[in-house]
């Protein structure tokens, strides 16, 4: 053959990568990538066929994947832009159920350069490196102090990623746990100010979640969480929640004039936020905020009195020292309230602290009198017990309207709650005053109760390994529903559960490393979606497979059809036919498949009272099928009436 130069070689071989008789032929196609790697080695430049090598690494064959993750690792460094398939590729392999390949795999990401990847790709390594426990102390911090330098990345998603594994690798050193929560301080605070409302957003989730192990970690920046005026109400919602967390003696005052200002916001709903952060504040810094609420009662806007109201009733409650001043704050202030919190947090303070407010018996006779066109039975029974409870303490202005009022609940009320509530306060008062004041005078604060609400410090081990994910969004039981409901895929890799250097193993037990025999099913279900399957080939398929799962759930109310066939399309569970609404018997079939093939065929079968469901499955694998039968089922449940 004639003597080429590099560029007509990197032709010829990029040619023949592509020739698709070469790709069929597998010992042909692993020659010339044998090429590859030999002119590689030999200093001839092989980027050009970066693409086409990339392609190669879609091979069962271990031996040829060993050459393409060699050439790749070589020249991602020198492609960043082109460096995103390789991870692409790595990230695919390292979830592949065989472990000779996922240890290649990894192997083949950890020896990937950061420094020259791009910040996304810096963020999947990050990700992937997870998996990796040191076996050493010494190995640790040297894998501590190369990541240092990925805490001062521009990119959000780097530092976040950094910062997490940071938290994991050193979860025995709590004090480099703190140390590297106080370097990312400053990225965490420039995101809580971005312009992505995204981001931003994600940002002041994780700031609460580290002052759940740190409170006042972002005290001196209490500045930097100061709501602006053109803010979406979510994000609004988040900086009050964390200001809250961030008062001390210094920044108290400038916290709740700031505070103040948001109570008076157009939005009703951050209006009353801002009245209950205050009231959170008010049990450390009594004075300061009960000032402030009796002062918003003096507004006589109806939302803003409602909520002061309920915050006075919960503030007394905790803090007695406050009691005198909240009595003095409450007269007039009923004129301005109409919905059922209010209405019950207010009959409840006249009701305990009745004594004190002077015009106590004739607010709630106002009540009495109108009891009759009251909507909620929550405010007639919280009105039956306040007005028992003054006439203990002021009988002779309560005694006629406490009559009226057991009167009406026993003879004319509808409700039975209601009802009952006032024939065992009515058998009570004829058992005599000292069994009433025995039963209905309770202590009117219990200071201990503020104990139970007030969070303890939380290692940063018990959420580390939810950083940097949808967890602090969301919160873990909701994110774990969501995840269950629409077989969300996992991001990210299972972290190592061993508890010691000592214990760590290799990545493939040397058992397996000859045979590269499957692991066994994780269970893991990813329904695909898109999926299509026509009527024909549903029913074919259906009568040649074999019941591998049946269970009927107790069923009460109709089934609507079209409110399952979008609960169902949103979980990727595809409606083949259906029965139209009220038939007797009602069903339903339905076609599900999952990432690796397997598909589910469903007979929804309902009677009166009863839910059949049959699935039939065209692989054998247990864990996937009790998976899909649990999304099934919750959805199921969510549309659906399930009797308990």
Known sequence: MPYLGSEDVVKELKKALCNPHIQADRLRYRNVIQRVIRHMTQGLDMSGVFMEMVKASATVDIVQKKLVYLYMCTYAPLKPDLALLAINTLCKDCSDPNPMVRGLALRSMCSLRMPKLDQWGQAEVLNFLLRYQPRSEEELFDILNLLDSFLKSSSPGVVMGATKLFLILAKKFPHVQTDVLVQVKGPLLAACSSESRELCFAALCHVRQILHSLPGHFSSHYKKFFCSYSEPHYIKLQKVEVLCELVNDENVQ?????????????????????????????????????????????????????????????????????????????????????????????????????????????????????????????????????????FLSRPAECQDMLGRLLYYCIEEEKDMAVRDRGLFYYRLLLSGIDEVKRILCSPKSDPSLGLLEDQAERPVNSWASDFNTLVPVYGKARWATISKCHGVERHGPELPNATSFATAGPLIPEENKESGQELPDSGALTLVPNHQLTAECFEKTWLSLQVAHQQVLPWQGVVHPDTLQMALQVVNIQTIAMSRAGAQPWKAYLSARDDRGCLFLTELLWEPETLQISVKQNEPRTEALNSFVSVLATVIGTIGDLKS
């Open 254 to 390: 400038q916290v709740l004039e700031e505070l103040r200002g948001y109570c008076t916001d157009v939005s009703a709903d951050f209006s009353q936020a801002a009245i209950l952060a205050i009231g959170g504040i008010a049990r450390t810094y009594t004075d300061q905020c009960v000032q402030i609420l009796t002062e918003l009662l003096g507004l006589r806007q109806e939302h803003i009195t409602t909520v002061v109201v309920q915050t006075f009733r919960d503030l007394v409650w905790l803090c007695p020292q406050c009691t005198e001043a909240v009595c003095q704050a409450l007269p007039g202030c009923e004129e301005n309230i109409q919905d059922s919190e209010g209405k019950q947090a207010l009959i409840w303070l006249l009701g305990v602290h009745g004594e004190r407010i002077p015009n106590a018996p004739y607010v709630l006779e106002d009540f009495v009198e109108n009891v009759k066109s009251e909507a909620f039975p929550a405010v007639k029974m919280e009105l039956l017990t306040a007005l028992l409870r003054l």
